[in-house]
């Protein structure tokens, strides 16, 4: 796999598809961001960072759920309606929360004791959503295929990854540096929802990364 070549093809999907990606997930993007600030602003700053997560945990398998479902749908050149997405995720959602949490918890254990370790799960659980969404397997069973389905991919993978969220983080504290170090509330929530919104162009980097990886992957699945 070449990571460039991945990128190039998921940047043209995601251009070519902005409109129909942004009305099937912008939405709940921007209602998971409002609950958050909501939230978190009557609570102790200590605590905010947990029940953001939690509030993370309701939105997050709901339209990443759907954007599967359309890449998948989109690589056979179909075209779903946005409300059957909307449907198909919601029988997901249990399973796809509690593989969230799992590979969160796992990846903040790995992180507790070096950034190195962290990175290595966040890799090897790469394939696990697209298992649990696409293949119906539970989460343990579709974190365990992940593990086995990325080896010898790992460091085309690393790349990708790296290339996709460190632009991101980097997009993130510049925008924080220009609105200051208090920003305003409504500025806060727009960059939330802005940084939360590209953060979906991982999803699709991972899916073409995925497509590649299964022995079902015969044709470029990004190029419609």
Same mark, same amino acid.
């Given at each position: 796999?070449n990571?460039?070549?991945?990128?190039? #093809? +998921?940047?043209f999907?995601?251009?070519?598809?902005i409109s129909?990606?942004t009305?099937?997930?912008?939405p709940?993007?921007?209602?998971?961001c409002?609950t958050?600030?909501?939230? /978190? =602003?009557?609570? #102790?700053p200590a605590?905010?960072?947990?029940?953001?997560?939690?509030?993370?945990?309701?939105f997050?398998?709901?339209y =990443? @759920? @759907?954007?599967?479902?359309?890449? %998948?749908?989109? $690589?056979q050149n179909?075209?779903p309606?946005?409300?059957d997405?909307?449907?198909a995720?919601l029988?997901?959602w249990p399973?796809f929360a509690?593989?969230?949490?799992?590979? /969160?918890l796992l990846?903040?254990?790995?992180?507790s004791?070096?950034?190195?370790?962290a990175?290595?799960?966040?890799?090897k659980? @790469?394939f +696990?959503?697209?298992?649990?969404?696409?293949?119906?397997? !539970?989460?343990l069973?579709?974190m365990?295929?992940s593990f086995q389905l &990325?080896?010898g991919?790992f460091?085309?993978l690393l790349?990708?990854?790296?290339?996709?969220?460190?632009p991101?983080?980097?997009? #993130?504290? $510049?925008?924080?540096?220009?609105?200051?170090?208090?920003? %305003?509330?409504? %500025?806060?929530l727009?960059?939330d929802?802005?940084n =939360? *919104?590209?953060?979906?162009? =991982?999803?699709v980097?991972? *899916?073409?990364?995925?497509m590649?990886? &299964?022995?079902?992957?015969?044709q %470029?699945s !990004?190029s419609?």
């Amino acid at each position: 796999m070449n990571p460039l070549n991945i990128l190039r #093809d +998921a940047f043209f999907f995601f251009s070519r598809n902005i409109s129909l990606i942004t009305r099937l997930c912008l939405p709940l993007v921007v209602l998971e961001c409002v609950t958050r600030a909501a939230l /978190t =602003s009557q609570l #102790d700053p200590a605590h905010a960072p947990a029940y953001g997560m939690l509030i993370g945990l309701v939105f997050y398998p709901l339209y =990443s @759920a @759907a954007l599967i479902l359309l890449l %998948d749908a989109r $690589s056979q050149n179909h075209r779903p309606r946005i409300r059957d997405l909307l449907a198909a995720s919601l029988p997901i959602w249990p399973s796809f929360a509690v593989l969230a949490g799992l590979s /969160t918890l796992l990846i903040m254990l790995a992180a507790s004791v070096f950034v190195l370790p962290a990175l290595w799960v966040m890799v090897k659980l @790469a394939f +696990a959503e697209y298992l649990l969404v696409l293949r119906g397997l !539970t989460p343990l069973q579709a974190m365990r295929e992940s593990f086995q389905l &990325t080896t010898g991919h790992f460091w085309s993978l690393l790349a990708c990854v790296l290339l996709v969220i460190v632009p991101l983080w980097l997009l #993130d504290n $510049s925008t924080l540096r220009l609105v200051g170090e208090q920003p %305003d509330v409504i %500025d806060r929530l727009l960059l939330d929802c802005v940084n =939360s *919104f590209l953060q979906l162009f =991982s999803t699709v980097v991972l *899916f073409r990364c995925f497509m590649l990886c &299964t022995p079902q992957a015969t044709q %470029d699945s !990004t190029s419609h």
